[in-house]
């Protein structure tokens, strides 16, 4: 009976050691987020461990497929499977197995892990990759005369401020491609600023512009003035309208009897013509039917049409 406890006790301790053999065996070296702007490159380093057997980086990107590159230091050959021609190692993997990104793309980001299959262990260590797009930052005046500042298709989205306190809010519009644009209004403008400035915080840099405006007072002027225009314009279109049609009847009346004559003589030619015509073909028929009773056996039948 006591070995048998004795037994468990020993079976027990077994277990207890084998899972803390492989929770010590399979070490995550960490979980890192990366962040890399998009075009450029980024290296992601995997811990080289003497007598590795093998190296995998598995990637899963966001959209798209998984993909592979492998290592076997037995054969030392390298394979990969779908992964795109940006991704490469850095150099060679029995010295250094680190991963390298050349011309980082939005389609790029994703999990990104290496696992080393050692002769002291397995470890892998896994890295977020995050890619930021830069804001295209502009600043203009909106039709009522307030400062607007657009910082366009930004990933994440920019923060938008006034260095003046304004009170509007921010509008964002986000695209296919993940990235948003946002558009913030200065709107306390008063007549006596003359530049206001706007700066665009973002994890891939900060910027700033300024911009004066022209008054929504100023804008009210421009809009009277085109309004008299366009009724000043109304009027000299109506005038001249009307003093052709003037002119026009004058004309007509000079004109009228010289130009029924040449429109009437082309309609007389062929009424000339038309009974010549028609006689022509009567004399035809008259004479075909003669020349039929009289000589048209003995001439061929080509010839008479041609008389
Ligand atoms: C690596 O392998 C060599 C021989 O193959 C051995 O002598 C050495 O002890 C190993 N090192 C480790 C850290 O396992
Ligand atoms: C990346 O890993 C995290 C957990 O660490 C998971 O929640 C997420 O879905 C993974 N993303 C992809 C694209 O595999
Ligand atoms: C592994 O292959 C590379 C070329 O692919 C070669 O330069 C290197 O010497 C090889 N290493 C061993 C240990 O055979
Ligand atoms: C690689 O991509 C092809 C098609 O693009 C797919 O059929 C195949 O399953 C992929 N292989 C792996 C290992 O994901
Ligand atoms: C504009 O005028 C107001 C008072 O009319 C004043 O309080 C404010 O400081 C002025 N702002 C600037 C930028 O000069």
Redesign the pocket.
Known sequence: MKTGADMKIAGKTVCVFVLLAITKVTRTVGNNRVSVTVGKSSVLACPPKSNMTMVTWKISPKAGGPCTLGYR?DQ???DRTNCSDSMNWKS?P?WDPALEIRQVGIAFEGNYTCEVVATEGNFHKMYHLTVLVPPRLTVYCDNHGNPVCKAAAGKPPARVSWVLESNSTPEEEGHDNGTVTVLRKFTAYSTNMTNTTCIVSHPAGTWSKSIACHLSGNNAIFKYAFIILCFLSVITFTAVIYYFKLHRDRLCHRTKPPEIAPTHSPQDDTMEVEPYTTYVQKENVIYNSVSDLTVGQNLPQGLSPAT
């Open positions: 230091a030392n050959k390298t060679r029995d």
